[in-house]
């Protein structure tokens, strides 16, 4: 997601085609507040959601959004597809607008998915130092041995990347089901952790991300608002606060 950061001067002289100099004297002349606030530097920094008014009058205010949606199979995360479903088609109507897809889920993999038109929110949970935890219940098509735990903490080599894996929580429930939480998202990373034991993966659902559980009311392809607490939970975990 590209930073929607930009300097003052820029975007004013952008949203009603003047130069910077006419934007100075705007200023000059008390004429632009940002969030509330007199603005008297043409440089300054406006982040994504700053409310910018001319003369009392709206010039930018953009509304951070947070959806939570139950992906479904067959389903790709991505906000177009020529040939699949995706999950922006998901969304109804006018819902999906100006939205990205915050991590993404296998195509045949359900489960929580986010969906944000908060860049910065969303870089914050999926950067590789993040330590936001991601859950998911995984059906394996053979039996879990109890040495596949310690592997999974211990962190396994991917030649491709040429990393090691962080340590990953492997808690088994049967002879076939265990929940896996990870702090990363490799490609394909649980089915290439269990495919070191030639273990496929049948089914992988994701059932939470950090404090945030899937929705229980939300049946497949459904969708709902984040709440404010949900949001706020989450951009304190993914920056490392506790509330
Ligand atoms: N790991 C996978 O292999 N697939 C997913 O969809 C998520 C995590």
């Known amino acids: 997601m590209p930073s929607k950061r930009t300097r003052l001067d820029r975007l004013i002289s952008a ?7 006419e934007v100075r004297l705007m200023l000059a002349r008390q004429r632009i507040t940002v969030n509330g606030v007199l603005a008297t530097a043409a440089n300054q920094v406006i982040e ?6 001319l003369d009392g009058k709206t010039l930018r205010a953009k509304t951070p959004r947070y959806l939570m949606l ?17 999950v922006v088609d998901l969304l109804r109507d006018k ?6 897809i915050v991590g993404r889920l296998d195509y045949n993999s359900t489960g929580l998915i986010l969906l944000t038109n908060n860049g910065r929110w969303s870089r914050q949970l999926t950067a590789p130092e993040s330590r936001v935890q991601k859950h998911y219940r995984v059906t394996l098509e053979n039996p879990i041995q109890e040495e596949y735990v310690e592997a999974f903490k211990k962190g396994m080599y991917f030649a491709y990347e040429q990393i090691t894996t962080k340590p990953a929580n492997l808690r088994i429930i049967h002879s076939h089901l265990a929940d896996v939480s990870l702090t990363e998202g490799r490609y394909h990373q649980i089915k290439r952790m269990f495919g070191y ?5 049948s089914d992988l659902h994701r059932t939470a991300i950090g404090s945030l559980s899937l929705d229980p009311a939300l049946a497949e392809g459904e969708y709902r608002n984040l709440t404010a607490l949900e949001v706020s939970e989450l951009t304190a975990l993914s920056e490392g606060l506790s509330i």
């Open 15 to 21: 949203e009603l085609k003047v130069n910077r100099g």
């Open 95 to 100: 819902d999906g607008e100006g939205l990205h």
């Open 197 to 201: 034991f030639q273990n496929p993966v």
């Open 70 to 86: 139950h992906k479904p199979k067959a389903v790709v995360s991505a906000t177009s597809d020529d040939e699949h479903t995706t």
């Open 48 to 53: 994504e959601f700053c409310h910018v008014t």
